[in-house]
């Protein structure tokens, strides 16, 4: 079975810093991302990984990083300058593909449960 789970969320202060993991199992993904969704919202996408490289949403551009261990079969995304604006829950997500040409939810076939980020003072 393919799982992907995640884990690193938290309350932080604006401005504070979070790291969140994603730890893949059942398959080794290339093409890898993180959504978020807060409350009342559409799920959004934040930023994506793959063979070619990485992209991100205009929202989280310069201060999000998201990389990848393949050893580990683990995705990371690191969170600096967080704001209130970013408080949602973020969700892992895979698609088995080498590139993962396109951004919209519906292109991901694998999805984590989620982990819960809320920036306030």
């Known amino acids: 079975d393919v799982r992907l789970v995640e884990s690193g969320g938290n309350l932080v202060q604006p401005g504070g810093s979070l790291r969140l993991s994603c730890a893949a199992s059942?398959?080794?993904?290339?093409?890898m991302a993180w959504f978020r969704q807060a409350p009342g919202k559409e799920r959004e996408w934040v930023a994506t990984i793959d063979s070619a490289g990485s992209g991100y949403a205009d929202s989280v551009k310069g201060r999000f990083t998201i990389s990848k261990d393949n050893a580990k079969n683990s995705l990371y995304l690191q969170m600096n300058s967080l704001k209130p604006e970013d408080t949602a829950m973020y969700y892992c997500?895979?698609?088995?593909?080498?590139?993962?040409?396109?951004?919209?939810?519906?292109?991901?076939?694998?999805w984590g449960q989620g982990t819960q980020v809320t920036v306030s003072s």
């Open positions: 997500a895979s698609r088995r593909t080498t590139y993962c040409a396109g951004t919209y939810d519906g292109l991901f076939g694998y």
């Open positions: 059942g398959y080794t993904p290339y093409c």
